[in-house]
């Protein structure tokens, strides 16, 4: 199947710095991609629209001036963490689709944050 | 707001068949019922999707009942690779630019013992 690939897949950071995490298709295009976040041992959360040449569109409580999403090309969206706390440690997942088929919407390996 | 209900947690043993249920009661007529399962610290992995009929593919088999309202998920012969929490999704269409926009449960830990 198609692959998305994540980048990096760990990262740790001081606290108030930027952090900024890489999502890749790597053999296909995607015009849209898909940001995620999970805590540990909960479930994934949704949080945001990636869109190629357009502003992202982010769900309703997660703050688009604290993660920024940029979606320049066709094959990468990145998500950076601005000014990270320690409470925005998580796993950061990303997906992408190949196509318009459910079998056709990949998910990432992830990315998974830590800020001291 | 995930729309489903499912167990927390099961225990299948090795080469059985793992059955996990999902209840999904106030479930539309033009809302799919879809399986992912992630495996510790990795991303989701797509697994089957239905509608009415029950479905089958090289991973898994999918019954929903005649209602509904509930569905499960089959793994026909259970592997230790097959540990993962399972997450049953309910939503609308099967197509179009929002399909990526999923609303994941709790999920069911699915664990697979030797």
């Known amino acids: 199947g198609a692959v998305v690939s994540q980048h990096p897949s760990r990262v740790i950071c001081k606290s108030g710095t930027s952090v900024k995490i890489e999502c890749r298709s790597l053999?296909?295009?995607?015009?849209?991609m898909f940001w995620y976040r999970q805590f540990p041992k909960q479930s994934l959360m949704l949080m945001a629209t990636?869109?190629?040449?357009?502003?992202?569109?982010?769900e309703q409580g997660v703050e688009k001036d604290k993660f920024l999403i940029n979606h320049a090309s066709l094959t990468l969206s990145t998500l950076t963490v601005t000014s990270a706390h320690p409470e925005d440690s998580s796993f950061y997942i990303c997906?992408?689709?190949?196509?318009?088929?459910?079998?056709?919407?990949?998910f990432g390996e992830g990315s998974r944050l830590t800020v001291l | 707001d995930a729309k489903t209900t499912q167990p927390p947690s099961m225990d299948c043993a090795e080469g059985r068949a793992a059955n996990l249920p999902c209840n999904h009661s106030?479930?539309?007529?033009?809302?799919?019922v879809y399986w992912y399962r992630q495996i510790h610290s990795q991303g989701p992995q797509y697994i089957i999707h239905?509608?009415?009929n029950n479905e089958t593919n090289e991973m898994a088999s999918l019954i929903i009942t005649e209602d509904r309202k509930s569905s499960t998920l089959i793994l026909p012969h259970a592997t230790l690779r097959d540990t993962a929490v399972y997450y049953c999704?309910?939503?609308?269409?099967?197509?179009?630019?929002?399909?990526?926009?999923?609303?994941f449960g709790r999920g069911t830990q699915l664990t697979v013992w030797p």
């Open positions: 997906s992408a689709r190949s196509g318009p088929e459910i079998g056709e919407l990949f």
């Open positions: 053999d296909f295009q995607a015009t849209t």
């Open positions: 990636s869109n190629e040449g357009s502003k992202a569109t982010y």
């Open positions: 106030t479930i539309s007529g033009n809302e799919y």
């Open positions: 239905g509608l009415k």
């Open positions: 999704i309910v939503r609308v269409a099967n197509r179009g630019s929002t399909l990526g926009r999923l609303y």
